[in-house]
């Protein structure tokens, strides 16, 4: 009745390595799949951003350009209404046209 019961508790002892070792085996299939999913994607976005870089980089480089000459555009104004003494601002124009 004792080699029974240790038999018993090296078959079970037994079932639970091979449980182990199958869902050791299961676990690195599934971190694999997920790993390739992930790098796929990552692959996908990378394509992308490559494809948009050029845009963004014109883009960054003529909003300085157009800050730049709003600012020119803004100072010249303001220098011109204080050489012709005009002292209306766009919202008062606007009221006086009845516009908006």
Same mark, same amino acid.
């Given at each position: 009745m004792g080699c029974d019961r240790y038999d018993d508790l090296? #078959?079970?002892n037994r079932q639970i390595k091979m449980t182990q070792a199958y869902l050791s085996e299961y676990s690195s299939f599934t971190n694999e *799949?997920? #790993? *390739?999913e992930t790098l796929q994607y990552r692959r996908v976005i990378k394509d992308e951003l490559a494809k948009l870089m050029p /845009?963004?980089?014109m883009l !960054?480089? =003529?909003v300085? *350009? /157009?800050n730049e000459q709003y600012d020119w555009a803004i100072r010249k104004g303001y220098? #011109? !209404?204080?050489s012709l003494n005009v002292t209306l601002g766009i919202e =008062? /124009?606007?009221a006086a046209l009845d516009v908006g």
């Amino acid at each position: 009745m004792g080699c029974d019961r240790y038999d018993d508790l090296w #078959l079970i002892n037994r079932q639970i390595k091979m449980t182990q070792a199958y869902l050791s085996e299961y676990s690195s299939f599934t971190n694999e *799949k997920q #790993l *390739k999913e992930t790098l796929q994607y990552r692959r996908v976005i990378k394509d992308e951003l490559a494809k948009l870089m050029p /845009v963004y980089n014109m883009l !960054r480089a =003529e909003v300085g *350009k /157009v800050n730049e000459q709003y600012d020119w555009a803004i100072r010249k104004g303001y220098e #011109l !209404r204080q050489s012709l003494n005009v002292t209306l601002g766009i919202e =008062e /124009v606007l009221a006086a046209l009845d516009v908006g």
